[in-house]
């Protein structure tokens, strides 16, 4: 596939690339690849595909929206979507094979670091979608990361913001044993891959739903179209739509812009300490000495995950790695985060207190008031993840753009929307057992939602 690939484009401009291919180029090298790439699948026991439904023309739906999306092996859906064009990350272009198959797909391409790039892709999506039957079908996945197809989570609007019609597909696995799904955490796609070459076959079913025609609304609302289609989706698969989206590789709900995590890291770092040994007195001998380190100033805030397991008093290092991992990207954390997530659910310390000491700490210039920035700093120092969106906070809490202790207090009390921090995050744990959905969270933060158990 690789060579062959390549050679769809060779020797055309770039004025040529920009354009789609068409002649000699698409009907000699499309059957190709698109048999190479059914005789892939079939190598990984794919044998057989059963397609439900019809799939739409081009005039019929520019767009083809897939879900749940649960392993890199949903690619399949690919041969009886006749090699779709696809929008993908520009990073995977520098990877052997798959980028030779992105520039034969003439995939629209944005870098995630790039917020330029990002408009740039969104004005090529529009045009494509808009050309009326000049650029081929485009297929995407709406949820645009990997989960264990128990829910869907909430469809970004990409898909949806040309407002043409598109065709809902649905990807069933109907096997005994589950080897195709992985997610953001447990079985690695090198697991999935091995226990599913491991099966003398794999069943996989493509179902193409009738078209979904927006409505006026829908056209000038991409949210509310994508909202729609994801209900529409979940019921026709027997499952529940969340609000729930990934931001940094976890799964959180959003609120008033806020992003607050479906499973707190301070709550899984108790449990951790927990099954460590670690009581409650020694839990809040650690967590005085953090606080007593953050506001001495002299060593700085940040520790490795060796100075954090003397700290914590445990015996293996590899539990305060673990707890790293959960508050940043690297072996070493903030103790500011640790602290002010996991005292609250402690119960050692109220709210009132627990805030004057983070406004204090995160209040660098002084004047006892908050920028937005430091706003943003200490409500991840409290929800245990990066904050980006804290306007909405900001004006809230904010008078004649001075933000107080107290008024931050007052609108994490008594703000309808905001109080949900207070009551699911800074709680005590006995007091904060359930999540913004009314789901449940048990001791291993796995959530229920009546008895079906979603990760």
């Known amino acids: 596939m690789w060579p062959i ?18 002649g000699w180029r698409r009907w000699f090298y499309h059957p190709i690849i698109w048999l190479l790439s059914r005789a892939v699948f079939f190598s990984l026991g794919f044998y057989w595909i059963k397609v439900k439904g019809r799939r739409a023309n081009l005039k019929e739906a ?21 090699l779709a064009t696809v929008v993908s990350r520009s990073e995977n272009t520098s990877l052997p094979v798959i980028g030779a198959l992105l520039e034969f797909n003439q995939s629209v391409l944005v870098s995630r670091k790039d917020p330029e790039s990002r408009k740039k892709a969104v004005a090529q999506l529009n045009e494509r979608l808009t050309s009326d039957g000049y650029w081929p079908q485009m297929l995407m996945f709406p949820e645009g990361t990997t989960t264990n197809g128990s829910a869907l989570l909430k469809f970004k609007p990409g898909a949806f913001l040309a407002g043409v019609p598109v065709q809902p597909v649905l990807l069933h696995y109907p096997n005994k044993l589950d080897t195709v799904r992985w997610t953001y955490k447990g079985t690695a796609w090198t697991e999935a891959l091995w226990h599913t070459v491991s099966q003398p076959y794999t069943n996989m079913t493509v179902e193409f739903l009738p078209v979904y025609n927006p409505s006026e609304e829908e056209k000038k609302d991409p949210n509310l179209y994508a909202d729609n289609v994801q209900r529409l989706m979940a019921r026709a698969l027997g499952v529940p739509a969340t609000d729930h989206v990934m931001e940094g590789g976890v799964p959180v709900s959003k609120v008033g812009g806020l992003s607050l995590p479906l499973e707190s890291p ?41 100075e954090l397991a003397s700290m914590l008093g445990l015996s293996h290092q590899q539990t305060a790695v673990h707890i790293c991992g959960l508050y940043s990207k690297d072996d070493s954390v903030d ?4 602290y002010f997530s996991v005292a609250p659910l402690t119960g050692c310390v109220d709210l009132k207190t627990l805030l004057h000491s983070a406004f204090t700490l995160f209040n660098r210039e002084g004047g006892g008031s908050l920028s937005e920035r430091e706003l943003s700093d200490l409500m991840e120092a409290l929800v245990g993840i990066p904050q980006h969106r804290i306007a909405e906070l900001y004006a809230a809490a904010s ?16 703000h309808p929307t905001f109080q949900k921090v207070t009551k699911e995050y800074l709680r005590p744990e006995e007091a904060a057992g359930t999540l913004s959905n009314g789901r449940s969270v048990n001791n291993n933060g796995s959530v229920y939602n009546n008895s079906k158990k979603s990760e």
Do not use: W, Y
């Not at 008078?399 to 008594?414: F, G, H, I, K, W």
């Open 5 to 22: 690939a390549r050679l769809r484009l060779a020797g055309l401009s770039e004025e040529e690339r920009s354009k789609p291919v068409e």
């Open 266 to 306: 301070a709550r899984e770092t108790l449990t951790l300490l927990h099954k460590n040994g670690l009581g409650a007195h020694e839990v809040q001998t650690a967590l005085d000495r953090m606080i007593d380190r953050c506001r001495s100033g002299a060593q700085g805030a940040k520790v490795s995950a060796e």
């Open 399 to 414: 008078d004649q753009n001075r933000l107080t202790e107290e008024s931050l207090l007052r609108v994490l009390t008594a």
């Open 335 to 338: 103790l500011r985060h640790i």
């Open 62 to 82: 520019p767009v083809l929206v897939v879900a749940p999306h649960s392993s890199f092996l949903d690619m399949l859906v690919f041969c009886p979507a006749q």
